[in-house]
């Protein structure tokens, strides 16, 4: 009777399968002893069915110890014959194994499972680790890849394969034929390694698999299935004490993702010491994967891995800077077309070989790096350790809007055109099916976190990420196809011009209905699907949302929950359908209204499309109703308040001044409630308010102290008000003469604020303030309200001045500043203030005037020079003159130190001597002045001998000098003084 576990077997070469054995080595560390052979048919018609051991794809040691026979590197063998099965083209019964690998434990530990390739070199089977091997039209391989311990059998050996018998048998059989292995003992059983006894027997089944059984994900199944069953401690303990290191990672995941402490101090301990049974690379893989586990169950630490992993996620989409050496426009963005160019041309490979005609040879070059260098990517290559890393923290965490990003990354061309332009598409396989096992996971018994991926998942994509070269064309992007059209199954045609057709045309927009996977959880998640489908930039992912919409039973209930906003943003979707079915609900809701809703005006009103703005303007004449002044302010504030000139404008008009007043109170009490800028009003807008200031003239006394009250609140609490409403402020405020201003103002409590609000806030302030007390403002707030300040605010300064101008004599900054202004009644009162001040008391105001950088105000420095002091220039404005920047003072003063010089040396000797100790200090600009104190020093000295010592001392430091000219000038008249002196006292 025929085996019903038997399957058919029609690919072109025959299976390697592979049978593991426990043991031990020579120095008891434990071991497998792997067993291969190739399955045959049951029967052939011809002798292709014994040809060459080729590829098995089945494979052992890495997924699954992948094992693989063909062809060598160094020979080049014929191709293996192709098999021609029978009509029954069943596989065998029964395997025969030839060949065996030991792979060797260390400190206790199970040997890790890698992938391997078997290759034919000289007719004899050599296996290799296959990161040393390479296919390039034939295969390369690296001598230190070798598997050593890969051998045939003494005898080949034969077991049954559909139906394996108990592990005892094989190892009867193997003692039987006598087979030995060279270092290497073969165990009874494997719970000779286990040691499994009483209640923790019963998970020998899962204990053994998740050690030894060939495939990958069928350990994870394992391992997962005795998690499951919360076993105790100590099992999971042995394994984290015999388990290689592929196993400890994979617990230690599976752990975190369960947050589960059951093993938390074992992995501390760990993360303390070295790890010496595996390499460096498999080492650091354990080590990544504890440090996921801790920091899952550790709150701060947790913390501090989210904030960097969201920081750095969006490195993890690669755009390209250079294209083989050409900048990139910094935010260009390409599309799949072009990627798919890209990758079909090369451009993901970083070297490139250029003839060098001086040396007549090829040179291997490198092009400048592809991507900016960060977490993710080293400018050529993506780091896709640190991608894995962060999909595995992402899964730890239950962070599943970073999973969601992760797979939109990888269904994007960036990714999916680099990894092939690369030749890596077997991580990118990879990293594909660890992201939809995730994301099937949630599905299945975790779906909030399901549609939390899905919201950032679907609305990432963009009209440039479909996957072909084919514009428009996402039937083949990978997420998208399973998760919302999976139960689209159509495959493309064979006849080759319906299949370009086919592969031409998105097919996915051709459907009507509903496909999604799982209708049921969509269905409960329908709000998100409104979402997603508002969100959404793309049409096929829009369609999809709007069948789940249309055809859900909750939707109309739901619908109803809806706040206006939701409901006109679905109205104005890109996906005409859904914006459709969305408008049609909205004009319910507006057929339903009889009275004014103020949400629902306002939802209306803030939008640019031209279809909800005449519903809005449906509503107004449908609910027959004015704008309130609380409504009123909440238009202003809309985002696109500027379609609604003319209406606000009416209605703005139409306020009574109390009403107005209410208005203005409204306003500031709503701009209050923002914490950082408020917003900006166009010009227009702007415009518009500053035109209704005049309604506050006629106010009354107690309504205009409230009004002020609120504006001097809202300038003195928001951080930082707008130009626009600065402006509408000021208006306001100045709209009251200076006087009335005083009186509003007494009421009021202290204007000055300690809060961190803007310049201009806080000098508007400072001028209330002044008004108030009756004072000047400060310098820079009289400079900031010059500078911006309406005219009814310079006004108001202009009749506060002219009011204290009896104080400003106290103020000599402010008195230069109001010089320097352009306003001519301040330059006019200025000088009149300064003119009338006693010639002492007018000393530091001169001297900040001559000190100004403008030739108005110093030009008129220099005239009060003269007015008041004629020739003799006092010493405390020499130094200044001298130093002043303008040549024109400079000229001044040099004209009239050469003037007063003479007289000087005959009329007043100390004033004379401030001369020379200044003169012939400074660089020879003045040469002339200095000639002349030169000459006139020997006869000075004569007429006043007390200042002899005085001018030697003056004359030798500049002796000294290392500028020529004022040395020899120095010295020759220290030598007359000297010459003359001596024979004035002789």
């Known amino acids: ?107 206790g530990h199970l040997p890790s499972f890698e992938a391997l390739k078997i290759l034919t070199e000289n007719e004899q089977k050599k296996m290799y680790y296959k990161k040393g091997v390479s296919y390039d039209w034939r295969y390369h391989t690296d001598a230190n890849s070798l598997v050593e311990s890969f051998k045939p059998l003494e005898a080949p050996t034969t077991f049954t394969y559909f139906n394996p018998p108990p592990y005892e048998y094989y190892v009867v059989q193997l003692e039987k034929q006598g087979l030995v292995f060279s270092n290497f003992t073969l165990a009874k059983h494997p719970n000779d390694f286990l040691k499994l006894s009483g209640d923790t027997f019963k998970y020998y089944s899962e204990m053994s698999q998740i050690l030894s059984h060939p495939l990958l994900y069928m350990r994870k199944k394992y391992l997962n299935a005795l998690l499951d069953q919360n076993p105790p401690a100590e099992l999971l303990q042995l394994l984290f004490k015999i388990g290689n290191s592929e196993l400890i990672s994979g617990l230690c995941l599976e752990l975190a993702k369960r947050k589960n402490p059951i093993l938390i101090e074992e992995t501390k301990e760990l993360l303390k010491n070295p790890i010496n049974f595996e390499s460096t690379s498999y080492s650091q893989g354990v080590l990544r994967c504890a440090n996921i586990y801790v ?28 294209i083989q050496g050409k900048p990139v426009a910094e935010g260009k963005r390409f599309s799949g077309a072009q990627y798919h160019t890209f990758a079909n041309q090369g451009v993901f490979k970083k070297d490139y070989w250029t003839y060098d005609r001086e040396l007549r040879t090829s040179i291997k070059r490198t092009y400048p790096a592809f991507y900016k260098v960060g977490p993710y990517t080293d400018g050529y290559d993506l780091n896709i350790l640190a991608f894995k890393n962060t999909l595995q923290e992402a899964i730890s965490y239950d962070l599943a809007d970073v ?72 039937q083949f992007n990978y997420f998208i196809r399973r998760y919302l059209y999976h139960d689209f199954t159509e495959k493309p045609p064979t006849n080759w011009r319906n299949r370009y057709s086919w592969f031409s045309e998105d097919q996915l927009m051709k459907l009507n209905g509903r496909y999604e996977m799982m209708k049921e959880l969509w269905d409960q998640h329908l709000e998100d699907v409104l979402y997603i489908a508002s969100h959404a930039q793309i049409p096929s992912i829009q369609k999809a949302c709007y069948y789940i919409i249309k055809e859900s039973p909750t939707t109309t209930e739901l619908v109803t929950t809806l706040s206006h906003q939701q409901l006109i943003l679905l109205s104005q979707s890109a996906f005409l359908p859904l914006a459709e079915l969305f408008m049609q609900y909205l004009n319910e809701r507006l057929n339903a209204c009889t009275t004014c809703e103020p949400k629902l005006l306002l939802a209306l009103m803030d939008t640019s499309n031209e279809k909800i703005k005449a519903l809005a303007l449906q509503y107004i004449s449908q609910i027959n109703g004015s704008f309130s002044p609380l409504l009123l302010t909440e238009c202003i504030l809309l985002e696109h308040a500027d379609g609604w000139l003319e209406t606000l404008q009416g209605e703005l008009m139409a306020l009574d001044m109390n009403q107005y007043a209410d208005f203005i109170v409204a306003l500031t009490e709503k701009l209050i409630t923002f914490k950082d800028e408020t917003p900006k009003l166009t010009s227009e807008l702007e415009e518009l308010l500053l035109l209704s200031a005049h309604k506050l003239e006629s106010l009354s006394f107690e309504k205009a102290s409230y009004v002020m009250m609120h504006i001097r609140n809202v300038l003195s609490q928001v951080p930082k008000l707008s130009s626009s409403f600065l402006n509408y402020f000021e208006c306001l405020l100045f709209s ?25 806030q806080k000098h508007l302030l400072a001028l209330l303030t002044a008004i108030k007390e009756q004072t000047l403002p400060s310098d820079a707030a009289f400079k900031l309200i010059l500078e911006e300040g309406n005219p009814p605010m310079i006004k108001t300064l202009l009749t506060l001045l002219e009011k204290l101008q009896s104080t400003l ?46 030739p108005k105000v110093y ?21 200044q003159l001298l130093e002043h920047p303008s040549s024109e003072v400079k000229a001044y003063i040099s004209h009239k130190i050469d003037a007063i010089l003479e007289d000087l040396s005959t009329e007043n000797a100390e004033t004379f001597m401030y001369y020379v100790k200044t003169l012939l200090l400074l660089p020879n600009k003045i040469s002339k002045s200095k000639d002349i104190i030169y000459k006139l020093l020997p006869s000075f000295v004569l007429q006043n001998p007390s200042f002899k010592e005085v001018v030697e001392a003056e004359l030798l430091a500049i002796g000294g000098s290392n500028i020529k000219r004022d040395s020899e000038r120095a010295l020759m008249s220290l030598a007359q003084i000297r010459k003359e002196f001596s024979a004035y006292e002789s």
């Not at 920091?295 to 969006?314: G, N, V």
């Not at 006693?838 to 000190?851: G, K, N, T, Y």
């Open 859 to 879: 030009n008129y420095g220099l005239l009060n020079l003269d007015k008041l002091y004629g020739d003799f220039i006092p010493k405390t404005f020499i130094l």
């Open 295 to 322: 920091h899952t169950l550790d709150p701060k630490l947790k913390q501090a891995r989210l904030q960097t992993i969201y920081k750095m996620l969006p490195d993890a989409d690669l755009h390209l800077i250079n």
């Open 736 to 760: 009251f003469n200076e006087d009335t201003l005083e009186v509003l103002l007494k009421g009021d409590g202290n204007l000055e604020t300690a809060l961190p609000v803007a310049q201009r």
């Open 1 to 107: 009777m025929s085996n019903p576990n038997r399957k058919q077997w029609n690919k072109p070469y025959l299976p390697i399968r592979n049978l593991i054995l426990w043991g031990w080595d020579n120095n008891h560390n434990p071991s497998f002893l792997v067993l291969y052979g190739e399955h045959q048919y049951e029967t052939t018609s011809s002798p292709a069915a014994t040809s060459t051991i080729s590829s098995d794809k089945t494979g052992f040691l890495g997924s699954l110890f992948k094992s693989l026979f063909s062809s060598s590197a160094t020979q080049n063998p014929d191709p293996p014959k192709a098999i021609i099965p029978t009509q029954s083209s069943f596989l065998d019964e029964q395997v025969t194994y030839t060949h065996y690998a030991i792979f060797k434990g260390h400190e």
């Open 403 to 474: 999973v969601g990003k992760l797979a939109y990354y990888l269904d994007a061309p960036r990714l999916r055109y680099y990894f092939k332009g690369s030749g890596k598409t077997k991580a990118y396989n990879y990293l594909i099916g660890s992201v939809r096992r995730t994301l099937d996971d949630y599905a299945k018994n975790q779906p909030d976190l399901f549609i939390a991926a899905m919201k950032s998942l679907l609305p990432s994509y963009t009209c440039d990420d479909y996957l072909c070269r084919f514009p428009g064309n996402f």
């Open 809 to 854: 004599p106290q103020r000599p900054t402010l008195l230069l500043l109001m010089l320097e202004s352009d306003v001519v009644v301040l330059n006019d009162l200025a000088t009149s203030v300064f003119e009338a001040l006693p010639q002492e008391a007018s000393v530091l105001p001169h001297q900040l005037i001559i000190d100004s950088p403008l």
